[in-house]
């Protein structure tokens, strides 16, 4: 019986996955990244007894400060908009389920994302939960080692096979904040780590137009309480040199180019060559227009769409698709204005 090695919290999508793997004739190896609460852990373990898994526990709390809590951290304080989960994966969770399989002798990791992984590529999920974009930095040596058992589902099937399964975790809530920030309030835990960038102006067409209480609490596509001069007006860049943020009306914050740098591809990059794709600029699933690509060297992608898309935010990634098939990602290094 083949060995694979299963990132295990005890939700409803690490046991509704476990499950899956047993039938499919699997020997479940579970690991736990403990990374946040004894309570959390104890749920886990419990949790994989009531389930017969083998589960490692393994503490996750140096790795996560250094390979993600800092990158995240240093993010904001440049004015960017960090997705810690993109930074986790492929730096912290999945070398540690290879690591974890390597050493039990298992050729396979899996985890509970809804995606789908076939022959060595990551595609599309199901559109009402599709988490591949979170996905876009695995390494090719990671994704060949990876089988993701919810790709063909959509969470309310999932539920509906823990309930038929008799797992706890079918009533489980799921997990909606950052597991390093439990209650949320990011700006809070900035300013438990580092001293935070004080106030500083709104700018609108170059004109002063008011004050912000710190960079930090504004990304680009917010929009700013009020009005001017009876129009809403929206965060369009944010300049950590000056302590500004730049303010745009709501259709100046459309783009139909941008750059994305250390651009992770799961493909040949295609330098030298226009490929025809789609994008996405945040993790949604309503906005992801056709685009050409051209790779600038291997680790600046030039995108350019073919309707704009809103308010592409430094630091968040851009993700590239040709069809269902993920070609990779980088971070959105910035707008290019004509």
Not at 101 to 123: I, K
Request: glycine share 10%; with cysteine.
């Amino acid at each position: 019986m083949s060995r694979v090695v299963l990132g295990f919290s005890g939700g409803v999508d690490s046991a509704v996955s476990a499950v899956l793997l047993q039938k499919a004739g699997f020997a479940v190896h579970g690991l736990y990244l403990d990374n946040t609460t004894e309570e959390a852990r104890r749920e886990a373990v419990s949790s994989a007894e009531r389930m017969g898994v083998e589960l490692a526990v393994i503490d996750v709390h140096d790795k996560l400060e250094q390979r993600v809590c800092r990158p995240f951290a240093a993010c904001y304080l440049r004015g960017e908009t960090p997705n810690p989960c993109i930074l986790c994966n492929p730096t912290l969770k999945f070398p540690a389920l290879i690591e974890e399989a390597d050493r039990v002798g298992a050729e396979l990791v899996a985890t509970g994302h809804y995606a789908r992984s076939e022959g060595g590529a990551l595609y599309k999920g199901r559109p009402a939960n599709d988490q591949s974009y979170m996905l876009c930095r695995l390494t090719k040596e990671q994704v060949a080692r990876l089988t993701l058992p919810l790709g063909g589902f959509e969470k309310k099937q999932v539920r509906a096979l823990a309930e038929e399964f008799g797992l706890p975790a079918a009533h489980k809530k799921d997990s909606m904040e950052i597991c390093f920030i439990p209650d949320r309030d990011y700006v809070g835990w900035l300013s438990r780590r580092t001293a935070l960038p004080g106030p500083g102006d709104f700018v609108f067409h170059g004109a002063v137009i008011g004050r912000h209480g710190g960079i930090v609490n504004w990304t680009v596509g917010q929009r700013i309480p009020g009005l001017h001069e009876g129009r809403k007006l929206y965060v369009a860049r944010i300049d950590a040199g000056t302590n500004t943020i730049e303010l745009a009306l709501w259709e100046e914050l459309f783009k139909t180019e941008l750059l994305a740098g250390d651009f992770n591809w799961l493909i040949e990059p295609p330098v030298g060559k226009i490929l025809p794709a789609s994008v996405r600029v945040r993790h949604t699933k309503w906005e992801e227009p056709p685009c050409t690509v051209t790779a600038e060297g291997e680790s600046v992608a030039w995108i350019q769409c073919e309707t704009p898309v809103r308010a592409p935010a430094p630091g968040q990634s851009a993700v590239l698709y040709q069809g269902e098939r993920l070609l990779g990602g980088g971070f959105i290094l910035g707008q290019i204005d004509y």
